[in-house]
């Protein structure tokens, strides 16, 4: 857990360059993945890769957000994502990409 003073005291953050407390970025991407791997449950995921990390913008306590993610290629064991997060204004605060590995053996007995 990150106990730095600008995600855990409101005095210290109101003197920074941000004028509040930060959300701790490490809670906001594990928010983002779930979120788009929610979609993917019936799927038996072998592996993710997060790629080309980048935190743009801050998100504070109280912002509401969302993700978004648009599908780059699909193959029968790989997808890969490019995954935005935003606030609800519009302002996105986070971009990467999703790599999500299948694992095939196991999704062979999966038909219905």
Do not use: W
């Not at 809670?27 to 449950?41: M, P």
Request: net charge neutral; with cysteine; proline share 6%.
């Amino acid at each position: 857990m990150n106990t730095h003073p600008m995600h855990t005291d409101y005095d210290f953050a109101v003197q920074s360059r941000f004028e509040k407390p930060l959300v701790v970025s490490p809670f906001l991407l594990s928010c983002i993945v779930a979120a788009v791997t929610n979609d993917l449950r019936q799927l038996p995921i072998a592996r993710i890769e997060i790629r080309s990390l980048s935190f743009i913008k801050p998100v504070h306590p109280g912002d509401t957000i969302s993700a978004r993610s648009v599908i780059e290629s699909a193959e029968p064991t790989q997808y890969v994502f490019a995954v935005t997060g935003a606030k609800t204004n519009g302002t996105e605060f986070v971009r990467f990409r999703l790599l999500v590995k299948v694992d095939d053996e196991s999704r062979e007995g999966m038909s219905s």
